[in-house]
């Protein structure tokens, strides 16, 4: 007669694999918006009046806005 042990496969595999998909993702935007944040600050520029804003050259239109 076999011995009976209760929950010997207990399966978790689905909980694994969605854990690491979280996990990797979660790092992976983590990398990618610490990258993106030291490559994007020389791109900062600060105007007179205190505003600042981000002026990234391939995003830029050919043509200029009038100035106020």
């Not at 209760?6 to 595999?13: E, G, L, V």
């Not at 689905?14 to 992976?28: D, G």
């Not at 981000?54 to 200029?64: F, G, H, R, V």
Request: charged residues 25%; hydrophobic residues 45%; aromatic residues 18%.
């Amino acid at each position: 007669m076999g011995r009976y042990v209760p929950k010997t496969y207990n399966n978790r595999r689905l909980l694994r694999m969605i854990f690491r998909t979280v996990v990797f993702a979660s790092l992976t935007f983590l990398v990618l918006f610490i990258v993106l944040f030291f490559l994007l600050e020389n791109y900062y520029e600060t105007y007179e009046d205190g505003s600042q804003r981000l002026e990234i050259p391939w995003l830029m239109n050919d043509t200029e806005l009038p100035e106020e």
